[in-house]
């Protein structure tokens, strides 16, 4: 079955630790997103990329990094830039062009402890 | 102003009645608009796109578009408890295929 693969599911960072975030995809697609949720603030975009080697800054990108060495991964590094990063985090594709809808995977839940 | 606004809710409907989402965008050059349902501590997954005015119907889901007015609603015919969840409006608003997402209503279906 193809799907968007995101782990580990309960991440648990230190301060001034950077943590690794992965995310694979088999559907082929194009374009690969991150998203951070927070409550009562919905889905705020960190970092796009529509092919591979390249990618953009989303809304929020302070204090995240991403890489999109292939199609198919598209991790996140949460560095210890970013000082409030307690957060449900969502990666998305989609096939990249603008009337197509995101397909997520299933969250990673990063805690600050 | 915000790209893209909900009521934050909850909004809260009896069983077998009809649910009415809202959602506003401010951008007049958006061309594609997607309705997502989360369950708490899920992921969102697509429940109803739709691009041109007028209403596009699936099962007990009616999307409903109008570009002048810039809005987009979601109804929801026979609300079952199974329903109640978190309801994403989210918008392309530019030339990239991103999308941007409203903070979601909260729908409860009571019994």
């Known amino acids: 079955d193809g799907g968007i693969t995101q782990s580990p599911k309960y991440l648990f960072r230190k301060e001034g630790q950077n943590v690794t975030l992965s995310c694979e995809q088999n559907l082929n697609h194009d374009a690969m997103y991150w998203y951070r949720q927070d409550p009562g603030q919905g889905l705020r975009l960190i970092y796009y990329s529509q092919i591979v080697n390249d990618f953009q800054k989303g809304d929020i990108a302070e204090g995240y990094s991403v890489s999109r060495e292939k199609k198919e991964s598209f991790p996140l590094t949460v560095t210890s830039a970013q000082k409030n990063p307690t957060a449900f985090y969502l990666c998305?594709?989609?096939?990249?062009?603008?009337?197509?809808?995101?397909?997520f995977g299933s969250g990673t839940r990063l805690t600050v402890v | 102003q915000k790209e893209v606004e909900q009521n934050s809710g909850p909004l809260s409907v009896p069983e077998g009645a009809i649910a009415s989402l809202n959602c506003t965008y401010s951008?007049?050059?958006?061309?594609?608009f997607f309705w997502y349902r989360q369950y708490s501590g899920k992921s969102p997954e697509l429940i109803m796109f739709?691009?041109?005015?007028g209403d596009k119907e699936d099962g007990r889901f009616t999307a409903q578009l109008n570009k002048a007015s810039q809005y987009v609603s979601l109804l929801i015919r026979d609300s079952q408890p199974s329903d109640s969840a978190t309801y994403l409006c989210a918008v392309n608003t530019g030339t990239a295929s991103k999308l941007t997402f409203g903070t979601g209503t909260r729908l409860q279906v009571t019994l």
């Open positions: 739709i691009y041109s005015n």
């Open positions: 951008d007049r050059g958006s061309q594609s």
């Open positions: 998305a594709s989609s096939i990249g062009n603008r009337a197509a809808g995101y397909t």
